[in-house]
Structure formats: C-alpha cells, structure tokens
C-alpha cells in the first residue's frame, strides 16, 4: 500500500512509514490538544508535494484557521489560497445531515480522483446532529466513504469526559470506521501540561504501541519524540520459522504448508513481539496433528 508523508515531525516512524494513501484517519484529543495544528500540518505537507488540500470546517470558519494557522509561522497558507491549490469549506452552522447527503456528493462528483488531502476538522458537530447511533454511524459512514473518493482523509474528533476513556458513542463510531485512530492526551498540570500521543489502530500498517510525549512549538508544529521505539525490520525470526517447518513439512497439510511459506515472507521480527520461533512452530504443528 502506497504511503503519504503525514507532514507531523516524528510520526511517520510510529506507522510504517507514513498515512495509507486514500485511507481515513481520526485524530481525537481534548480542547488544547493541538488537533488542528495537526490537520493543518498535515494538509501543508502535501501542498508541499504538489497536492492540493481540502479544508472542511464544521466549526470555526475559515478566516479563524487561516489566523491561527499564521500565527503559528504558517504563512505561505496565503500563497496556496490565492493559487487555489487549497480550498476552504466552510460547513459551520449548517445542517450537517442535509450537508453531508446533498451538498458532499456534488463537491466530491468535480474533485473525485484528484488524490488530494483532505481535513475535516472536527467531526464532534456531525455526532451532536443526532442523538441516534444508527443515524450517526451513518452520517459519518457516508462522509468518509465520500472524502475518499477525493484522496486521503484526516479528520478530527473532540474528546470530552476523560482524557483515556474512548468508549464513548461519539468516539466509537468514528475509531470504528477509519482506518487510523490517533489519541492525542492533553493533561494541564500545575506548571505546565503533558502531552502524550498514542496510535491506537491503524490498518494494513505495522505501527508503535507506545504512548509518546509530543510537543506544539511555533513553525513546527506538533512534533512527536519517538524515543526509542524502532521498526524492527530483520526477519530472523521468520527465516527460523521457515527452516523448522520444512523439517516438519510431512506433518502439515500441503495448502497449509504452502500458505504459512508465503505469510511469513511478509512478516519481520517486529512482528512477533517477542514469541518464539520454536514455540510457535509447536503450536502450528499441534493445530494440524493426526491429520
């Protein structure tokens, strides 16, 4: 699957790489957190390639993000406005399901294909618009499917009651239809906050399960610190696997051999966190025995 830079200092190396192209990602955090400080970044970088970027607003409007967005040393945004290599939608205010089903479609019908960015900043007002699940999960459902028929999407998402608890309906329904679930944690302590950023999925993609301190600084943006989480991309393990499962290949069935052969060509020692070869060939071979 073909990655895109996120634009985010530090993240890339915490998801293979970079965002799924054509995928969906929530970034969820609290007020403060620095979720559109991150849209943004992530909207410029692909400006900075070429691309052209989609900015929907369903709550501050335009003129407020443009602001910000040059306060916080972001001011060629001016530039791609004028060249209109980035576009505004300004949906705050509206009716977001007439919003989403009529206006959505007809916008994504010129720019389908285009293999833009695309943020939607936040999703909160779309959950807010109904009270019913079902309807939500459809309204969201709908928007995603939509956006990325244009190119690849990030969107935003309020965090309230809680700064770890993400079992709540408005956040459920997002995490579960995209692709990648950003947590952005945002914990004013005295002196100061700590700010802590963890991915919680992320589809077709290898990535940390570590929670990482990240910081929001002028011209920067959100930078994340990794620390010393690394991709472990040998496959030592896999090539032991390989040898001891020939050794036992007469006590495998033929498809089942021939699949396992060819599932960990694809993996790497990152990839077993710790499981040991020996151990897992056991558990393999004890699945098939006396058949």
């Known amino acids: 699957m073909k990655k895109i830079k996120s634009g985010i200092y530090g993240l890339n190396e915490l998801i293979d790489g970079g965002m799924n192209e054509n995928s969906t990602t929530v970034v969820i955090g ?38 910000e967005a040059v306060e916080m040393g972001w001011s060629e945004i001016l530039e791609y406005l004028d060249d209109e290599l980035l576009v505004f939608i300004d949906a705050s205010g ?42 939500q999960r459809d309204l969201v459902g709908f928007m995603l499917k ?20 993400l079992s709540g309906s408005e956040t459920v329904i997002p995490m579960y239809l995209s692709d990648c679930v950003i947590h952005l944690r945002y914990i004013p302590l005295e002196g100061g906050v700590s700010r802590m950023l963890k991915i919680v999925k992320c589809r077709s993609s290898r990535h940390s399960e570590h ?36 050794e036992n290949k007469d ?9 396992l052969e060819k599932v960990l060509d694809e993996l790497t020692d990152g990839d077993f966190r710790g499981l040991k070869a020996a151990h897992l060939v056991d558990s393999i071979l004890n699945e098939y025995a006396g058949e």
């Not at 939509?146 to 770890?164: I, M, N, W």
Request: glycine residues 8%.
């Open 211 to 246: 929670s990482h301190p990240y910081y929001i600084m002028k011209g920067l943006g959100l930078v994340v610190e990794k620390g010393d989480f690394k991709t472990l991309t040998s496959n030592d393990i896999p090539l032991e696997m390989k040898k001891k499962l020939a």
């Open 251 to 259: 006590d495998l069935p033929e498809k089942v051999y021939a699949r």
């Open 146 to 165: 939509q956006t990325r028929k244009v190119g690849t999407v990030l969107c935003t998402l309020e965090e309230h009651g809680g700064t770890s608890d």
């Open 94 to 135: 509206r009716e977001f399901s007439n919003f989403i089903k009529k206006e959505l479609p007809a916008f994504v019908s010129d720019w389908s294909g285009s293999k833009a960015r695309i943020a939607i900043d936040p999703l909160t007002p779309v959950m807010w618009s109904t009270k019913d699940p079902y309807e």
């Open 30 to 67: 609290s007020s403060g957190a620095g979720k559109t400080t991150l849209a943004t970044q992530f909207i410029r970088r692909g400006l900075e390639d070429g691309q052209e970027g989609i900015f929907v607003s369903l709550d501050e409007n335009k003129e407020q993000i443009i602001r």
